[in-house]
């Protein structure tokens, strides 16, 4: 089927594209965030075609990652799934969705925590969990350093735990990756600002352990990543990563003494670290695979095409 969807998250959309179908990404002359087009640090299949949005008219489904593309989007009569990869803001618990009580669409949470907090009224929901491409690269560890992933650490400081970051980078130098990370200016904090993700994959597996340190999130794709790729977890036990994360692939805490305590332990002890490793790669293939997310995909979208 033809699938409309804009390119938001790239990580996610990178492991949604990898199905069936033909997948239609509106593309514009400024490339921005109404037509970013086809990824440029991503490997995307020969099936994502860029679209000029006023052209569109052969659709099946639209998948909705944003409230105001429904307005984009209303003069195509197709099903609408909307797709919700963050945890609410505001008035949590009572936090309202914008697509709250309404009976065209069907909303995806991407984590059972959004399900659980997010207040959508009378709007059918589904949980889909994460599924990854599998990284190529493997965790060996050799650098007494740790890795963080995270996008726009400076403005979202305490969202993204960046706050929390010179507490580790006094037990061993931090290397943070992603998108906005040029403006960090802490001591033994090496920014790498939106590098390719094959080379972040492979710099990322040479470091000790992978540190998760966002307070808020749904679940970092780049969590389950670093886990798949072999890297020893240590992460703030919140929102999903508690699920995602059991107490043999890493340390969690909402103690952040204790997972400093944790972090001195694995750069002392790397075949500790090479142990939880192993385990956090194991559990992630398994519970985050491509298959299992690809076939969940499908079975929703036969179904809200279908009926």
Same mark, same amino acid.
């Given at each position: ?39 440029? +640090?991503?490997?995307?299949?020969? +099936? ?33 799934? $909307? ?71 400076? @403005? ?53 352990? $992978? ?26 036990? +919140? ?41 956090? @790669? ?26």
């Amino acid at each position: 089927m033809n699938i409309l969807l804009w390119h938001v998250h790239g990580s996610w959309t990178t492991s949604f594209i990898q199905g069936k179908h033909r997948y239609l990404v509106p593309v514009n002359d400024a490339r921005d965030e109404w037509g970013r087009g086809r990824a440029r +640090t991503f490997d995307w299949p020969a +099936t994502v075609t860029e679209v000029d949005l006023a052209d569109v008219r052969d659709v099946d489904v639209v998948v909705l990652q944003r409230p105001e593309e429904l307005e984009r989007v209303a003069h195509l009569d197709v099903p609408k799934i $909307y797709v919700e990869h963050n945890t609410p803001k505001g008035d949590v618990p009572n936090s309202r969705h914008p697509m709250a009580d309404r009976d065209d669409l069907v909303i995806a949470h991407v984590t059972h925590f959004n399900d659980l907090f997010w207040d959508v009224g009378g709007t059918r929901t589904t949980v889909i969990e994460h599924g990854i491409v599998e990284p190529a690269a493997r965790w060996t560890g050799e650098l007494e350093r740790f890795a963080v992933v995270t996008n726009e650490p400076v @403005r979202r400081n305490r969202v993204t735990g960046t706050d929390l970051m010179p507490r580790f980078a006094a037990v061993a130098p931090l290397d943070v990756y992603g998108m906005g990370v040029a403006g960090l200016r802490l001591d033994d904090v090496t920014p790498y600002d939106d590098p390719p993700q094959a080379r972040m994959h492979a710099e990322i597996a040479r470091r000790r352990a $992978y540190l998760h340190l966002c307070r808020w999130t749904s679940l970092g794709l780049s969590l389950i990543e670093a886990m798949q790729i072999g890297m020893p977890v240590l992460a703030l036990a +919140t929102t999903e990563a508690i699920a995602a994360v059991p107490d043999d692939a890493g340390v969690l805490a909402t103690r952040v003494d204790t997972l400093v305590e944790a972090a001195h332990w694995l750069i002392d002890e790397p075949e500790q670290a090479r142990r939880l490793g192993t385990r956090a @790669r194991q559990v992630a293939l398994a519970r985050y695979g491509l298959d299992r997310f690809l076939a969940d995909w499908d079975r929703l979208l036969e179904e809200e095409t279908c009926a």
